[in-house]
Nanobody, 121 residues
Framework: QVQLVDSGGGLVQAGGSLRLSCEAS??????MGWVRQAPGKEREVVAA??????YYADSVKGRFTVSRDNAKNTVYLQMNSLKPDDTAVYSC??????????????????WGQGTQVTVSS
């Protein structure tokens, strides 16, 4: 497993932007996902990145961008045009690179501690 530290959440007004960061220990280029969970809702993979490409949930497509800086072992989630429905705890997650990206939260085996994103209307 890899150690993950995510950060960057906060309170923002609707239409605003935030950038989340997830720093991973080690140099292995894991397949990474950003997973959110809102109160009373199931976990949802909103974006993922691996050697094979990227994935975005329909709910965030065109607004969120996932990227990685391999020199810094860091993955980012740039969130623009935020909506109140984006309010959730966001966590980064990792799985071995040979497995590729996945949209199934339980398929990730390493997790960051989570960061709260709150979007006010």
């Amino acid at each position: 497993q890899v150690q993950l530290v995510d950060s960057g959440g906060g309170l923002v007004q609707a239409g605003g932007s935030l950038r989340l960061s997830c720093e991973a220990s080690g140099r292995t280029r894991y397949a990474m996902g950003w997973v959110r969970q809102a109160p009373g809702k199931e976990r949802e993979v909103v974006a993922a990145i691996s050697w094979s490409g990227t994935y975005y949930a329909d709910s965030v497509k065109g607004r969120f961008t996932v990227s990685r800086d391999n020199a810094k072992n860091t993955v980012y989630l740039q969130m623009n045009s935020l909506k109140p429905d984006d309010t959730a705890v966001y966590s980064c997650a990792a799985r071995p690179p040979f497995l590729g990206l996945t949209i199934t939260p339980s398929a990730y085996d390493s997790w960051g501690q989570g960061t709260q994103v709150t979007v006010s209307s």
